[in-house]
């Protein structure tokens, strides 16, 4: 994306843009891990994604959830104060 793009509402728009995208990335992650054990969803991912390395990414970063919780609450806190 172009930078002009990114900026055109501002800083507040690029940060409010940014942290929209940080939170669905983390939505779509955890999504495939809530309903049902780990190992039913990693078989779940590896039907659903061709790519290896997408699938590692995905455990990966699942594998920090209890970090990503605590950043999420973090952001969520400082949204709600301002």
Same mark, same amino acid.
């Given at each position: ?33 809530? +309903?049902? &054990? ?5 078989? /779940? #991912? ?7 390395? !997408? ?5 990966? +970063?699942? &594998? ?5 919780? /605590? #950043? ?7 949204? !709600?104060?301002?």
């Amino acid at each position: 994306m172009c930078l002009s793009h990114r900026y055109r509402n501002g800083i507040r728009g690029f940060t409010k843009a940014s942290v929209q995208e940080l939170l669905r990335h983390y939505l779509r992650v955890e999504q495939l891990f809530q +309903s049902s &054990s780990y190992d039913k969803s990693i078989d /779940q #991912l590896r039907r659903q994604e061709a790519d290896m390395n !997408d699938i590692v990414a995905t455990i990966f +970063s699942h &594998s920090q959830v209890i970090g990503k919780n /605590q #950043l999420v609450i973090r952001i969520i806190v400082s949204y !709600d104060l301002k």
